[in-house]
T-cell receptor, first 115, second 112 residues
Framework: NAGVMQNPRHLVRRRGQEARLRCSPM?????VYWYRQLPEEGLKFMVY????????ESGMPKERFSAEFPKEGPSILRIQQVVRGDSAAYFC?????????????FGPGTRLTVT | KQEVTQIPAALSVPEGENLVLNCSFT??????LQWFRQDPGKGLTSLLL?????REQTSGRLNASLDKSSGRSTLYIAASQPGDSATYLC???????????FGKGTMLLVSP
C-alpha cells in the first residue's frame, strides 16, 4: 500500500506565476488535508477536503489560494500569482473516514521556492 | 483557540541517554494527540497516537504519555541513538475538528 504521494517534490516559480501542487492520498483514504510549513515556523492547517467537497478552509489565505479534490484524480492546491512569501513546504495528509479517530498520514511535501 | 507549545526548542545529548520531550496545549477538549518525527528536508513520520481516553502509548524505545486535564504530553526516548536526531513535533486534534494543531517542534541532536 503506497503512502501519500505528492508531486512535484520541488517547485520553483517566478513571482506572478501559478503553482500547482498535487496530492494522491493513501488507498482507501477519502479525506485530504493541506498544511503549510513556513521557515522557522510550525505546520499550519490550510484546508480539509473530501471527494468533491471542501469541508474546512479556515486556514486558507482569502486570495490567490484554492484547493480541490475531484471525484477522480489527485487533490490539487493551486496558488495564483505567487509571491516570495509563498515560499514554504506544503504537506498533504490523508486519513480514512471517521477521520477524528485515526492518524493522519503525511506525504513527503512539496518545497515551493518563489524567485 | 488551541495553542500547542513544545519545550525545549532544541536539545543536544550524548548517545545512550534517556530523554523527555514536553508538549503542552491550552484546551483540554481534544480527540487525540499525535507525535511525529521530521528529518531535515523530509516529510513527517507518525510515531505515536494517543486517544483522549488513553494515558500512554509505547512503541519500541518510545513512550508517550497524555494528561488531558492538565494539557500535557511527554515523549520519552530510551537509550538515545544518533539516528534519533530529528525534529519531534506534537500535534493535537481538537474536539469537533478533523484537523491538527501543531507545536513548533523540538530539534534533537544525539551525538556519538
Amino acid at each position: 500500500n503506497a503512502g501519500v504521494m505528492q508531486n512535484p517534490r520541488h517547485l520553483v516559480r517566478r513571482r506572478g506565476q501559478e503553482a500547482r501542487l498535487r496530492c494522491s492520498p493513501m488507498k482507501g483514504h477519502s479525506h485530504v488535508y493541506w498544511y503549510r510549513q513556513l521557515p522557522e515556523e510550525g505546520l499550519k492547517f490550510m484546508v480539509y477536503l473530501q471527494k468533491e467537497n471542501i469541508i474546512d478552509e479556515s486556514g486558507m489565505p482569502k486570495e490567490r489560494f484554492s484547493a480541490e479534490f475531484p471525484k477522480e484524480g489527485p487533490s490539487i492546491l493551486r496558488i495564483q500569482q505567487v509571491v516570495r512569501g509563498d515560499s514554504a513546504a506544503y504537506f498533504c495528509a490523508s486519513s480514512p473516514p471517521e477521520s477524528y479517530m485515526y492518524e493522519q498520514y503525511f506525504g513527503p511535501g512539496t518545497r515551493l521556492t518563489v524567485t | 483557540k488551541q495553542e500547542v507549545t513544545q519545550i525545549p526548542a532544541a536539545l543536544s545529548v550524548p548517545e545512550g541517554e534517556n530523554l523527555v520531550l514536553n508538549c503542552s496545549f491550552t484546551d483540554s477538549a481534544i480527540y487525540n494527540l499525535q507525535w511525529f518525527r521530521q528529518d531535515p528536508g523530509k516529510g513527517l513520520t507518525s510515531l505515536l497516537l494517543i486517544q483522549s481516553s488513553q494515558r500512554e502509548q509505547t512503541s519500541g524505545r518510545l513512550n508517550a504519555s497524555l494528561d488531558k486535564s492538565s494539557g500535557r504530553s511527554t515523549l520519552y526516548i530510551a537509550a538515545s541513538q544518533p539516528g534519533d536526531s530529528a525534529t519531534y513535533l506534537c500535534a493535537v486534534r481538537p474536539s469537533g475538528y478533523s484537523t491538527l494543531t501543531f507545536g513548533k517542534g523540538t530539534m534533537l541532536l544525539v551525538s556519538p
